[in-house]
T-cell receptor, first 113, second 116 residues
């Protein structure tokens, strides 16, 4: 079965810390995504990657960066965490075709204090 | 550009009643459309998708959706709600032009509550 694994379910970090969120998929998917989910706002795309070492900004990239050194792994980095980055973060992957559905991890709930 | 509007952030139904969750989209080219469900403390999972074949699409757990181009709608229905259907539902769209890199645009979500 398809599996997207996010390394942490819950994280609590302090303002100014550098935070790493890790995501691994076992489906050999080309595309990987990081979304942020906030109540009433749905899912908003932070960054995506369509190949190893390739990355593109999504709709809300400010304050974030990403890394994709291997096909199966896509990391989201908060360079200096702020309280307004408290949120649920969802990783997803898909095949390259636009009609291929996204497969999601279970999410990481990040709290920045 | 593509966008999705889900009408109603909360919908409440009685067990056994019809479920209707509304989704309207905007797309400059023919779209692909998806419905996802999110149960508490879980990620999203695919309910169904429209990819320009049949306009009436059947998904898992008895849900279906109908693509209506003239109304730019893709509403989700289920004839008889079950308690286990309580969850948040997301509609999503992508332009079917082959240049979107799989980037879906999601609606704001609709929380479905089912009363006994």
């Amino acid at each position: 079965d398809v599996k997207v694994t996010q390394s942490s379910r819950y994280l609590v970090k302090r303002t100014g810390e550098k935070v790493f969120l890790e995501c691994v998929q076992d489906m050999d998917h080309e595309n990987m995504f990081w979304y942020r989910q906030d109540p009433g706002l749905g899912l908003r795309l932070i960054y995506f990657s369509y190949d190893v070492k390739m990355k593109e900004k999504g709709d809300i990239p400010e304050g974030y960066s990403v890394s994709r050194e291997k096909k199966e792994r896509f990391s989201l980095i908060l360079e200096s965490a702020s309280t307004n980055q408290t949120s649920m973060y969802l990783c997803a992957s898909s095949l390259v075709e636009d009609n291929s559905p996204l497969h999601f991890g279970n999410g990481t709930r990040l709290t920045v204090t | 550009a593509q966008s999705v509007t889900q009408l109603g952030s909360h919908v409440s139904v009685s067990e056994g009643a019809l479920v209707l969750l509304r989704c309207n989209y905007s797309s400059s080219v023919p779209p692909y459309l998806f419905w996802y469900v999110q149960y508490p403390n879980q990620g999203l999972q695919l309910l169904l998708k429209y990819t320009s074949a049949a306009t009436l699409v059947k998904g898992i757990n008895g849900f279906e959706a109908e693509f209506k181009k003239s109304e730019t709608s893709f509403h989700l229905t289920k004839p008889s709600a079950h308690m286990s259907d309580a969850a948040e539902y997301f509609c999503a769209v992508i332009n079917a032009g082959g240049t979107s890199y799989g980037k879906l645009t999601f609606g704001q979500g609709t929380i479905l509550t089912v009363h006994p």
